[in-house]
């Protein structure tokens, strides 16, 4: 490898994914026309069916934990969602202190319009790719999600370094690494 590790390269490829799928969410020029339903109401839609899978009931502390942000920060995301009409609060049948969250109509026909649109376009991506190849990336991106989601990174660790960094210092993440002693301190994305 020319440019230096595999971690490396990796690591460079999914960089430029990242900011290839956060372009919809940056703000849009005023001159562009707007949006039917914000990304942020696509990314509420998102979390709430995935955490409705997964959850007995959907809350907006869940909410704000799938989408990393901060509480108050997801009660308004989530609070847009609703006024949007994609996704309801209903009385919680666990505990009447909190609401549950679930999709409306509209909000699983924008999920289903999303989720249609990506896939036509990552099939459009592989389309000329040999069949053997588009197995291949399918099975080992799923792996490496999988190995991602089993070892999260490290973050107080990233803060570490990246605190050492700032005063000039050495050590921290680059002497064990994310994983235990790569020596590459490396960022995940969400997609």
Not at 52 to 71: M, N
Not at 94 to 120: C, N, Q, W
Not at 135 to 159: G, V
Request: glycine share 8%; aromatic share 4%.
């Amino acid at each position: 490898m020319e440019n230096g590790t595999l971690g490396t390269v990796v690591d460079v490829a999914l960089f430029r994914l990242r900011r290839i799928w956060a372009r919809p969410l940056r703000a849009r020029r005023t001159a562009d026309p707007q949006r039917p339903v914000p990304m942020s109401n696509v990314m509420v839609v998102h979390a709430v069916h995935k955490l409705g899978v997964e959850l007995p009931e959907v809350t907006v502390g869940a909410v704000a934990e799938q989408l990393d942000v901060d509480p108050s920060t997801a009660s308004r995301l989530v609070n847009d969602a609703i006024g949007a009409g994609l996704v309801t609060r209903e009385e919680s049948e666990v505990d009447a202190r909190r609401a549950r969250l679930t999709l409306s109509e509209p909000g699983r026909r924008v999920l289903e319009a999303v989720v249609r649109y990506r896939r036509a376009y990552l099939d459009a991506l592989m389309a000329d790719w040999d069949p053997a190849d588009r197995e291949a990336f399918a099975r080992l991106l799923t792996r490496f999600a999988e190995a991602a989601a089993a070892r999260p990174a490290d973050y107080a660790a990233l803060d570490r370094s990246i605190s050492e960094a700032l005063l000039g210092t050495s050590g921290g993440a680059g002497d064990a690494g994310p994983a235990g002693g790569s020596g590459e301190a490396a960022v995940p994305t969400r997609p």
